[in-house]
Every structure is written in C-alpha cells, then in structure tokens.
C-alpha cells in the first residue's frame, strides 16, 4: 500500500513539474542549419527537453539492464546448481540414515558435483562413509583419499 501511494506521489510531482514548465511565460528562437523556428513558446520548449531527458535516462536504464542480463542469468545458474546440490546432500543424509547406503553414495557423489569446491566437505565425507558401509574397498579408498585432500 504505502509502495502504491510513494509510486502515485512521484508521478504526481513529475506531472506537476512538467506542468510548471509548461505555463512559463517567454518565447524562444531555435535556428539549426537553414531551418528557424520562431516563437516556440518556453514552456512547450522546456517540456520537450524534460521528455527528451526523461526517455534517455529510461533508454540508459534499459540499456544497463541488457548488459547485466548475462550477469543475472549466470548468477541465477549457480544459485540454483547451489540448490539442488543442498537438496541432493539433505537426501544423502536422509538415506545414510535410513540405512540405504547405495542412494546415501550416489546422491552424495551429486551433491559433490553439483556444489562448488569450496563447499563439497560433507558430501565427501558421506560418499566414503556410505562406500565404506556398502563394503566396496575401492569406492572407500578413493573417497576417503579425496577426503585427505580437501582442507575442510
């Protein structure tokens, strides 16, 4: 609501400015080239600039926002990677605890891939622990090996 009512107050003042130049007294003369305009009234004068300001800062705004699109949507990218890599670790967890150790490694073997490096600590350490319960000695190796290299 007081969004609304801050929005309807800025249109206000602009609509009420654009007014103000337009009631102003006075006459100008424009010459560009061999073209003259004579008595253009100060007020129409002062409001075409105001609208012509007005549609470069909006053409800027635009302008900024398709230079930031790859930005965004790289951001965007890895925040949800980021996501499903969390999703993937709680279900890792969830199936370490109920005992199913083959789901708990590969989702945790997910959760690696999918989070950055700097964040892949725990689902190292339930990829060695459900590779040490499923019995299989070279899944456990290399997973606790990978483990010994990550400083977490």
């Given at each position: 609501?007081?969004?609304?009512?801050?929005?309807?107050?800025?249109?206000?003042?602009?609509?009420?400015?654009?007014?103000?130049?337009?009631?102003?007294?006075?006459?100008?003369?424009?010459t560009w080239k061999e073209y003259t305009f004579r008595d253009v009234?100060?007020?129409?004068?002062?409001?075409?600039?105001?609208?012509?300001?007005?549609?470069?800062?909006?053409?800027?705004?635009?302008?900024?926002?398709?230079?930031?699109?790859?930005?965004?949507?790289?951001?965007?990218?890895?925040?949800?990677?980021?996501?499903?890599?969390?999703?993937?670790?709680?279900?890792?967890?969830?199936?370490?605890?109920?005992?199913?150790?083959?789901h708990a490694y590969y989702l945790a073997h997910r959760a690696q891939?999918?989070?950055?490096?700097?964040?892949?600590?725990?689902?190292?350490?339930?990829?060695?622990?459900?590779?040490?319960?499923?019995?299989?000695?070279?899944?456990?190796?290399?997973?606790?090996?990978?483990?010994?290299?990550?400083?977490?």
């Amino acid at each position: 609501m007081l969004r609304s009512i801050w929005y309807l107050f800025k249109i206000l003042v602009v609509i009420g400015f654009a007014v103000f130049l337009a009631v102003q007294p006075g006459t100008i003369e424009i010459t560009w080239k061999e073209y003259t305009f004579r008595d253009v009234h100060l007020g129409a004068a002062a409001v075409v600039l105001f609208l012509f300001i007005l549609a470069i800062v909006m053409l800027a705004g635009v302008l900024y926002r398709l230079m930031a699109l790859p930005r965004e949507l790289g951001r965007r990218h890895h925040e949800k990677r980021r996501t499903r890599g969390y999703q993937a670790l709680v279900r890792s967890l969830t199936a370490a605890a109920a005992g199913d150790h083959k789901h708990a490694y590969y989702l945790a073997h997910r959760a690696q891939t999918l989070l950055p490096e700097t964040e892949s600590g725990i689902p190292l350490l339930l990829q060695a622990h459900a590779a040490k319960s499923r019995g299989n000695i070279a899944d456990t190796d290399q997973a606790f090996q990978a483990l010994l290299k990550n400083a977490d």
